[in-house]
T-cell receptor
Framework: DQQVKQNSPSLSVQEGRISILNCDYT??????FLWYKKYPAEGPTFLIS?????DKNEDGRFTVFLNKSAKHLSLHIVPSQPGDSAVYFC??????????????FGTGTRLQVTL | DGGITQSPKYLFRKEGQNVTLSCEQN?????MYWYRQDPGQGLRLIYY???????QKGDIAEGYSVSREKKESFPLTVTSAQKNPTAFYLC???????????FGDGTRLSIL
């Protein structure tokens, strides 16, 4: 049962244009969402996050939008740069146990930014 | 230089052999995690620990074991009971609240 879904396995965008990566979830108990960026043979790097009480969070070129009623979030990158080419994972937190927070990850979207 | 350090980067296991993957952190994180990534799939949680000498099973704990004898260290043993151990293993650390988990660079385990 895939609780976090990234239905687009890949996306190609021209340099300078906007990249939009989408993520859908099914568990209404998720209270915090994160986006990670991953290069091959490396660990994921945290990019941006959003609490379920907000609908938008912005950090430089990166903006995450959350639509709770649709159980959908998206990551916007503008303008896209060649260095943004990587796999992007959406993750959702299902609560906190002591100091630990369990994350559920999507399957990832490979973004390629072309010149 | 702070962070999550995983070793080795590549590891090979013979059939029926146990292997241990190392994960060390100097970020003073209370919580540590082990994930597995397979091609075309997201990260799946194997085990996590929120304090020394305490750990809980994640979603795919069968065939794995962990220990947390020190705050800085959270080694993962892939036992012979894990029938499909070939994967990319990622260790992460984190703190309570909305702080994101920070990942190491992973260990790729292959079966000879």
């Amino acid at each position: 049962d895939q609780q976090v879904k990234q239905n687009s396995p890949s996306l190609s965008v021209q340099e300078g244009r906007i990249s939009i990566l989408n993520c859908d979830y099914t568990n209404s108990m998720f209270d915090y969402f994160l986006w990670y960026k991953k290069y091959p043979a490396e660990g994921p790097t945290f990019l941006i996050s959003i609490s379920s009480i907000k609908d938008k969070n912005e950090d430089g070129r990166f903006t995450v939008f959350l639509n709770k009623s649709a159980k959908h979030l998206s990551l916007h990158i503008v303008p896209s740069q060649p260095g943004d080419s990587a796999v992007y994972f959406c993750a959702a937190r299902s609560g906190v146990t002591g100091t630990a927070s369990k994350l559920t990850f999507g399957t990832g979207t490979r973004l390629q930014v072309t010149l | 230089d702070g962070g999550i350090t995983q070793s080795p980067k590549y590891l090979f296991r013979k059939e029926g052999q146990n292997v241990t993957l190392s994960c060390e952190q100097n970020l003073n994180h209370d919580a540590m995690y082990w994930y597995r990534q397979d091609p075309g799939q997201g990260l799946r949680l194997i085990y996590y620990s929120q304090i020394v000498n305490d750990f809980q099973k994640g979603d795919i704990a069968e065939g794995y074991s962990v220990s947390r004898e020190k705050k800085e260290s959270f080694p993962l043993t892939v036992t012979s009971a894990q029938k499909n151990p070939t994967a990319f293993y990622l260790c992460a650390g984190g703190q309570l609240g909305t702080q994101p988990q920070h990942f190491g660079d992973g260990t790729r385990l292959s079966i000879l």
